[in-house]
């Protein structure tokens, strides 16, 4: 196997929105308001300084924006926002196969993802985000993950995972 760069990098500016009446007039209202796309599909982040992913059909997460100036343009719309950036954790995956590494905790063939991809999922038993990049993937878990994740991923890219020594480490 490659090596694979693994590194914990800075949580970008990550907000849950929740409409509670997610009918397509007040989508549309709201992508008006906002000023940019909130994504019908659940598979794949939009593009843009402000991208989404809808992970719910009343929920989405909306990068790239204050969770404040989102309060702002919505007011008037029946709607809910968390600000989830200091409470998430993100790691980028690079290298030839970075597929195949993040499997080693999952059950998705993350080999076909064309960038923008994305899914909830499992990884090493961790609820999170796995999102396909140009050169890699992305993985976004709740920030009270990191030190497993951490120990996990080391251990993954040592070749340690499957052997028992992986769950120890991770636990150690």
């Keep these: 196997m490659d090596k694979h760069l693994v590194r914990r990098i800075t949580p970008p500016l990550l907000v849950s929105l ?14 008006a308001a906002l000023g940019f796309e909130l994504k019908s599909a659940a598979d794949a982040w939009s593009l843009g300084d402000v991208s989404t992913l809808r992970i719910r059909p009343d929920e989405w997460l909306v990068r790239g924006i204050e969770a404040a100036m989102v309060n702002r343009r919505l007011r008037g719309l029946f ?30 063939d993350f080999g076909a ?22 050169d890699g993937f992305e993985l976004l878990a709740d920030s009270s993950h990191v030190a ?9 890219t040592a070749g340690e995972v499957g052997t028992g020594r992986a769950a120890h480490a991770a636990t150690a």
Excluded at 18 to 31: K, N, S
Excluded at 148 to 156: F, K, Q, S
């Design 18 to 31: 929740r409409l509670f009446r997610p009918e397509d007039d007040e989508v549309a209202r709201a992508e």
């Design 79 to 108: 709607h809910h926002v968390t600000d989830l950036g200091g409470g998430s954790a993100v790691w980028n995956v690079m290298g030839q196969n970075a597929a195949d590494l993040i499997a080693m905790g999952g059950t998705l």
């Design 113 to 134: 993802w064309r960038p923008g991809r994305a899914a909830r999922t499992l990884v090493a038993k961790v609820p999170m985000i796995v999102s396909r990049l140009e």
């Design 148 to 156: 497993y994740l951490d120990a996990w991923l080391r251990a993954a």
